[in-house]
């Protein structure tokens, strides 16, 4: 202790390195082992500077000694508890990982040397008391690995509390709906407990921020998005533009009208903002989704979009991630290149359920094939029946028998549920209830029995008017689903006045 050479704490730490940069002593309030210690000041082994004797009620008693160092510029709790007793923040490693602001004996060491020689020197004035084994967890760098280090910097922020609640009405107001509606609760619990946003980044991509330092007073900028003539601040100097760039979220938040040519008006802007559909994944609600969200109101006024579809992710087989480094992704193009486009399409929408991750399968993929190959023959098959029929009316034809009638009213249900499956974005059950009606109602049933009718002089004419409604009416819902079979298939149909499926009129 500062006042007496007699009495010392012992702390425990996996972080011998950094005690140059400790401010203070945290111990907690309630342990009496320490009460008489609390308000008086320790001297910090290997450099003698006086530290307070704090009590926090956040500190473990049961951990180690009780007592923890507490090192504001370098730990996220101790700069809590920094800010809770203001305490100094004392950086003792710099954008490096070299030690600055240390006895010279540490100066420009790297982290982990500096680790070394403390102890080292701990023990040389037998300041140690025990070393043990400790299981904890350290910061890596997701690409190369090395530990990451907290270091104090100076960076730029976006308040939150107002554009939080900007983010948050309109779902509450359901101007903006989520598919599935559960992912609303997530995008709301995050937002009511975001913090401030930092958006500044010290890498070489992104957009620069528009923030000029005055030369003569440095802590005084403005703001100008081109070059500035003069400087602002003192009116006498050659101002210099912060080297920061925004955070990659911060730049894509403003995309729904940026790439609209925001701020002007343009044409773009006028015909297709606000948008109405995002798609995307669940991993970036909060990062992406949100941002846009509050980006939008502010800055334009009405929300970006009215729908988020938040779909499934793709995992392994066996549930795991896909990943090119790990060498678990499946290439969509091998797929292609195997199955087909409208194959790998109707396999992909087939699984896209609302669970919130999708195993991906190869056999749906397969099935497509065979569908394809199905439909293909089916429609040779039936522009054979159809083969010098008249001028083919895209209007429902009556039905003539029994038949006629049942594959008729069955078409109209499939193409009213299929309807409401699109529109709440329900892929997988719309390609499944087309796919059941045409092989099995269609395929299986009606084309059976239209081989007999087409025996019937009466009621040959009318069977063609049924056959070739009903396939066209499939071809136009499996579009969306497998736009290259139907397209060319269309293209064989024997109908005048036609231009392309793709523009065609929706069957209900
Ligand atoms: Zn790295
Ligand atoms: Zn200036």
Redesign the pocket.
């Known amino acids: 202790m500062a006042d007496d050479d007699a009495d010392f704490i012992v702390v425990a730490t996996t972080r011998p390195e950094t005690m140059f940069g400790d401010t203070a002593v945290a111990v907690n309030s309630k342990d009496n082992r320490y009460s008489e210690f609390v308000g008086r000041k320790i001297k910090l082994p290997l450099t003698d500077r006086e530290i307070p004797i704090i009590a926090d009620s956040v500190i473990d008693v049961e951990f180690g000694t009780g007592a923890v160092k507490v090192t504001p510029a370098h730990d996220m709790e101790d700069y809590l508890i920094g800010q809770r007793h203001q305490l100094e923040m004392l950086a003792v490693i710099n954008g490096k990982g070299r030690m600055e602001n240390v006895p010279i004996g540490y100066q420009g060491l790297k982290v982990a040397e500096a680790r070394e020689r403390v102890l080292a020197d701990l023990q040389s004035r037998n300041l140690i008391v025990k070393k043990e084994d400790y299981t904890h967890k350290i910061p890596k760098c997701y690409r190369c690995s090395a530990t990451i280090e907290l270091i104090p910097s100076l960076q730029w922020f976006v308040k939150m509390n107002d554009l939080a609640k900007k983010a948050i009405d309109p779902v509450i107001e359901g101007k903006i709906k989520f598919y599935p509606k559960r992912w609303e609760k997530a995008y709301i619990d995050w937002l009511g407990q975001a913090r401030d946003w930092c958006i500044s980044r010290q890498i070489w991509w992104g957009h620069r921020l528009p923030v000029w330092f005055?030369?003569?007073?440095s802590d005084?900028y403005f703001i100008s998005i081109k070059k500035p003539a003069k400087?602002?601040?003192?009116?006498?100097?050659?101002?210099r533009q912060s080297e920061d760039v925004f955070d990659t979220w911060f730049s894509s938040a403003l995309w729904p009208f940026a790439v609209m040519g925001w701020p002007k008006q343009t044409k773009d802007s006028m015909s297709f903002y606000p948008t109405n559909i995002l798609s995307t994944a669940r991993d970036i609600i909060n990062l992406w989704v949100a941002r846009m969200v509050f980006s939008a109101v502010e800055l334009t006024g009405c929300v970006p979009f009215t729908d988020v579809i938040i779909h499934a992710t793709v995992t392994t087989k066996d549930g795991k991630r896909m990943s090119k480094s790990l060498g678990t992704g499946i290439d969509p193009i091998e797929m292609v290149k195997k199955y087909g486009a409208d194959s790998t399409r109707f396999g992909l929408s087939w699984q896209a359920s609302e669970s919130q991750d999708m195993r991906f399968g190869e056999g749906d993929i397969m099935a497509g094939k065979k569908f394809c190959n199905k439909i293909w023959n089916a429609s040779r098959f039936v522009f054979q029946m159809i083969e010098g029929a008249e001028v083919i009316s895209k209007d429902e034809p009556k039905p003539a028998t029994m038949e006629d009638q049942l594959i008729l009213s069955a078409f109209r249900k499939v193409s009213v549920n299929i309807n409401e499956s699109l529109c709440c974005f329900r892929f997988d059950q719309a390609i499944q209830e087309i796919y059941h009606f045409f092989w099995h109602q269609f395929c299986d049933i009606y084309i059976e029995k239209a081989k007999s009718q087409m025996k019937e002089p009466e009621i040959s004419k009318n069977t063609k008017l049924v056959l070739a409604y009903i396939l066209l009416g499939s071809l136009k819902i499996l579009h969306p689903f497998m736009p290259f079979i139907t397209e060319e298939i269309y293209q064989m149909f024997p109908i005048r006045s036609k231009e392309a499926i793709i523009i065609e009129d929706w069957p209900i």
């Open positions: 005055c030369e003569k007073e005084k400087c602002e601040i003192c009116n006498n100097c050659e101002p």
